[in-house]
């Protein structure tokens, strides 16, 4: 017959991760401008939505940076009601997938539009933010 482990007693764990962004610096850097790009693949033209790298269509590794403008369409959205822990203190909130320009879709917060209210194919707009630590971020919001 076994005995129970004996434990230490629980302790938080904080996971840190260092995210190499050398690659993909100019979309930040165009966040913080007000403008929202991402890469074009220079071999055959698939454009990404996050920006990559290396194109996932034929995996070249060369790219440029478009512009995507700010007008978006909304593609579907949810309610979160019980927030995660790191988002507690927002209260409930609405993730969108919205398509933009080039027909890359998007993820991001629906800001300043009730659940009830929106609706697929809704216009919308792409609007830069700056959070308190001082990272670029962008949410969605009514056009
Ligand atoms: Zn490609």
Redesign the pocket.
């Known amino acids: 017959m076994s005995e129970a482990p004996a434990l230490h007693s629980r302790r938080p764990l904080t996971l840190r991760f260092n995210i190499p962004i050398s690659k993909t610096r100019e979309f930040w850097d165009s966040l913080r401008a007000g403008r929202f790009v991402t890469t074009k693949?220079t071999?055959?033209?698939?454009v990404s939505f996050p920006p990559q790298s290396d194109?996932p269509?034929?995996m070249?590794s060369g790219f440029e940076w478009v512009d995507l403008g700010r007008d978006a369409t909304l593609v579907t959205f949810t309610q979160v009601m019980v927030a995660p822990a790191s988002f507690s203190a927002d209260g409930s909130y609405t993730i969108a997938i919205a398509e933009l320009g080039g027909g890359v879709r998007a993820l991001a917060w629906l800001e300043g539009v009730r659940a009830e209210d929106a609706s697929p194919g809704m216009k919308l707009k792409v609007e830069a933010r700056t959070s308190p630590d001082g990272s670029p971020y962008y949410v969605f919001v009514r056009a």
Do not use: I, N
Not at 43 to 46: A, D, R, V
């Open positions: 693949c071999s055959c033209g698939k194109c269509e034929c070249g």
